[in-house]
DNA sequence: GGAGTTCTAGAATCTACCATCTAATTGAAG
DNA sequence: CTTCAATTAGATGGTAGATTCTAGAACTCC
């Protein structure tokens, strides 16, 4: 093999994404890591080609973790679980979740890495498959009333709460549920 | 006096603003800023002290404007219209919308110009009033209520719209209506 | 134990940008 | 026409941070 590593790539990423809790994506130096977990800069750059691919990757982890749970939920036909699924998700990964949903993909990553390329697709279009087969399951059910009960709205509901560095409140998840019936009723 | 000015800092406050919907908070450098309005960067440092002070009164002038109408809205008790002042806004002013909702505030200036200090608290507090005076006025208002859907909803309605570089349909303001009643109605 | 490989280590380099500084314009007022 | 202040102009300094480079350490397998 060769010399056993003493940083392994998440302990990195875990310390990237603790910078990035602290002081935002401008803070995420490879300094800063280094001096955060303790390796040196030659090893950051053993593990991670660029600045810009270590923070890919760190946004890659974080929505993996977030992905699942949707899809199965959509995949069970169960809107509202999958509505739940952002207030709940952002309790049990608080950091990840400020990472994904206080920041633009660019503004951690100004160029995604062509290597990354695939699995950023991959991402993308699975969430859209999930939401098309569940469409195709429901002929009656429009894309619009699903996104902003699915998305938009769990988004807002939880963003004010992260920004303040809590995590969102357990009354969000009724008045979540709330709009979801309305909206939904409509059409 | 002395000589007129070639450019005037609403100028140079218009070339960050398109700046920032282009390439984000990093690309927002004072030679990007030069580069587009044609003016020397000394022009620019006779005008704003610091990168961070442009920054900043950018952010104030973005936010002056949003503020005005939700407060008038809310002095008249219409929570209706205060709700759909966001996605109204937005499709006003689709550039200060991206700058104001896509960004922190702590990313664009990084450090907040002391002699700016002033301005923001005036700002926050008056929307905080404007709320707090609704509630006074309804005491069987619920603040969370309130919260939800006057600031997190249309936000989040908004946000995947602005994000992609459009306007917000028009058919959001009905579901951000449907929302409206339905959570209002239960508390 | 020697060869090969993977990883640590951090100094040195290179780049981009903020901010400063000096000098040259420009037009108004007297 | 002279004086004066506001402004333009942009070269220059200083710094922060990404990236590269060279050397050495630690482990496995033969």
Redesign the interface.
């Known amino acids: 093999m060769g010399r056993p590593a003493k940083f392994t790539q998440d302990q990195m990423l875990d310390a990237a994404l603790a910078i990035l809790g602290d002081g935002?994506?401008?803070a995420v130096t490879m300094a800063a890591v280094s001096a955060r977990t303790g390796a040196p800069i030659g090893s950051l750059y053993h593990r991670f080609a660029s600045r810009d691919l270590l923070l890919a990757r760190l946004w890659l982890r974080c929505v993996e973790s977030f992905r699942e749970g949707f899809i199965a939920a959509m995949a069970d036909d169960d809107v509202e679980a999958a509505a739940l699924h952002t207030p709940r998700w952002c309790r049990a990964n608080p950091a990840a979740a400020a990472a994904l949903l206080?920041?633009?993909r660019?503004?951690l990553a100004?160029q995604w890495p062509d290597q990354l390329g695939p699995e950023l697709a991959e991402v993308n279009t699975s969430t859209a498959d999930a939401l098309d087969a569940y469409l195709a399951r429901h002929p009656g059910a429009d894309r619009?009333?699903l996104?902003?009960v699915l998305?938009?709205?769990?988004?807002?509901?939880v963003?004010?709460h992260l920004?303040a560095g809590r995590t969102p409140?357990p009354?969000?998840d009724?008045?979540i549920l709330?709009?979801c019936?309305?909206?939904l009723a409509?059409g």
Chains 1, 2 share one sequence.
Do not use: I, S, W
């Not at 998305?151 to 509901?157: I, L, N, Q, S």
């Open positions: 935002g994506p401008a206080l920041h633009r660019e503004d100004a619009q009333h996104m902003f998305a938009d709205v769990p988004y807002g509901a963003r004010r920004l409140p009354e969000l009724a008045l709330t709009t019936r309305a909206v409509t």
